[in-house]
């Protein structure tokens, strides 16, 4: 199963069951991928998260059963997974700009919002720059968080900027690493990190992680931060993952190797500075 039809797979399934209990494991299994890297790639290809997707889509549906029949309105919050009518109608007149009954009574128009339907379209004869590299395990010394992968996206650039407000002489912040080894869950693990020096005491707040061996996709990047990753993470998931005839993603890990800012004349925001991205991968 490709990159894209994993996706649709996945969308699919959501649609089937949007009136039922969903989890990220189960959606994950359905498109045969780890819930880790189906988040990652969910987010890259659709703009939204899959939590933030199947929240529209149940509100948007829950409007037309408030709109079209005459059920109790706490028997349609608990269909679509709100556990008391006061949750569901805050996030219904989020996303409506009524209430439920004020809809009802009103009789007027609903939000829709309608499933996605994942395709791709290729242009031209463009290759992504892209290595494939070897690597033994090697052990960083880190200052570790877990996060939930629904806030990850504001949450992890807090986390930095804590990090350099106390830590930032310790760990320099050599790599940002992604990790799940479970694959499993709705939460991951977040390391701010350096090559680990064993002579070394490990300070009070941090910690070492052992990165497993593996072959590494590396994808280098040049240019502004963030913005340049941002858009060599959309290329990696939108392009080079679907149309990969050769590998498959091996293990719930991402790395992002940063160069030294201090280096570069204008540190990260310079148009020269340089990281890269790393994906462990194996033979399809």
């Known amino acids: 199963m ?14 089937e069951h949007l009136r039922e209990e969903l989890t990220i494991r189960a959606i994950a299994q359905q498109a045969a991928l780890s819930p880790f890297y189906f988040q990652k790639g969910f987010a890259m290809l659709c703009g939204m998260t899959v939590g933030d997707y199947i929240r529209q889509r149940r509100l948007s549906a829950a409007g037309l059963e408030v709109l079209m029949t005459d059920r109790k309105i706490i028997d349609i919050a608990l269909e679509f997974g709100y556990d008391s009518p006061d949750s569901f109608t805050k996030a219904f007149t989020r996303f409506h700009g009524l209430t ?53 996206a504001a949450q992890v650039p807090k986390f930095w900027k804590e990090h350099f407000g106390t830590g930032g002489k310790v760990v320099c912040g050599m790599y940002g690493i992604n990790l799940d080894e479970s694959m499993g869950g709705n939460e991951f693990e977040y390391l701010i990190a350096d090559n680990y020096d064993p002579a070394k005491e490990i300070p009070d707040g941090f910690t070492t992680r052992t990165i497993p061996a593996h072959t ?3 994808f280098p990047c040049t240019g502004r931060m963030p913005q ?50 790393w994906i462990p991968v194996e033979k399809k």
């Open 2 to 15: 490709d990159w894209v039809t994993s996706i649709h797979q996945a969308i699919q399934y959501i649609e």
């Open 100 to 152: 439920p009954a004020a809809l009802r009574k009103s009789g007027g128009a609903v939000r829709s919002f309608a499933p996605l339907r994942i395709k791709v379209t290729l242009e031209g004869g463009q290759n992504m720059d892209c290595k494939s590299m070897k690597k033994e395990a090697f052990t960083v010394l880190c200052r570790a968080k877990t996060f939930k992968y629904e806030e990850a």
């Open 216 to 218: 590494w996709a590396v």
């Open 228 to 277: 340049a990753l941002q858009g060599l993470n959309q290329q990696i998931f939108s392009q080079w993952l679907p149309t990969n005839p050769d590998y498959k993603i091996a293990a719930g890990i991402n790395v992002e190797l940063y160069s030294d800012a201090s280096k570069f004349e204008n540190g990260a925001q310079d148009r020269d500075y340089y990281c890269e991205v």
